[in-house]
T-cell receptor, first 111, second 114 residues
Framework: KAGVTQTPRYLIKTRGQQVTLSCSPISGHRSVSWYQQTPGQGLQFLFEYFSETQRNKGNFPGRFSGRQFSNSRSEMNVSTLELGDSALYLC??????????FGPGTRLTVL | AQSVAQPEDQVNVAEGNPLTVKCTYSVSGNPYLFWYVQYPNRGLQFLLKYITGDNLVKGSYGFEAEFNKSQTSFHLKKPSALVSDSALYFCAVSSPSNDYKLSFGAGTTVTVRA
């Protein structure tokens, strides 16, 4: 099976812009979660989706949003980008909520 | 609330020597414990997990971890480290009582010198 894929792998944006990141889970996995990784804050949970419904949400401002499609693919959106949003964004998928498999991440740089 | 502590930011060992990366956790209910490894500019790679059963868990690439309920620890070990084991290691915990949401430690950078 193919692993979790994330696109794009690298992204450069300027402050105030918005960005959409995409995640395709492993075939058969219906749960998708998103994490932000920064040197200062480490790995922080953003949100989790199952069958197109958000089940959990971390402590991030409303500028961060996401959705899941009927084929389990997920997108996350960050509006009004700030310098502090520069991070590696990781997506993970699971078939049973117990084992999570991570994608390679999208490296977002905000200038 | 649940949390993970990795008390060492860095671990340095010589190739061929034993490697230990420490992890302690706090969680309500039964813990599900994980170790992941991250190489530069890559995502997280699953190493091993403990959910139930034997306290000694064997995983990928010769790694193992021991679940100790009384000490709330889940230390990662490898009997003989390789230079290629140099990477960033994360311990994580989840629980049915927290909707299986993963909480990660801050990570430990392992450097194995030749």
């Amino acid at each position: 099976k193919a692993g979790v894929t994330q696109t794009p792998r690298y992204l450069i944006k300027t402050r105030g812009q918005q960005v959409t990141l995409s995640c395709s889970p492993i075939s058969g996995h219906r749960s998708v979660s998103w994490y932000q990784q920064t040197p200062g804050q480490g790995l922080q949970f953003l949100f989790e989706y199952f069958s197109e419904t958000q089940r959990n949400k971390g402590n991030f401002p409303g500028r961060f949003s996401g959705r899941q499609f009927s084929n389990s693919r997920s997108e996350m959106n960050v509006s009004t980008l700030e310098l502090g949003d520069s991070a590696l964004y990781l997506c993970a998928s699971s078939y049973n909520d117990r084992n999570w498999f991570f994608g390679p991440g999208t490296r977002l740089t905000v200038l | 609330a649940q949390s993970v502590a990795q008390p060492e930011d860095q671990v340095n060992v010589a190739e061929g020597n034993p490697l230990t990366v420490k992890c302690t956790y706090s969680v309500s209910g039964n813990p599900y414990l994980f170790w992941y490894v991250q190489y530069p500019n890559r995502g997280l790679q699953f190493l091993l997990k403990y959910i139930t059963g034997d306290n000694l868990v064997k995983g990928s690439y010769g790694f193992e971890a021991e679940f100790n309920k009384s000490q709330t620890s889940f230390h990662l070990k490898k009997p003989s480290a390789l230079v290629s084991d140099s990477a960033l290691y994360f311990c994580a915990v989840s629980s049915p009582s927290n909707d299986y949401k993963l909480s990660f430690g801050a990570g430990t950078t392992v450097t194995v010198r030749a």
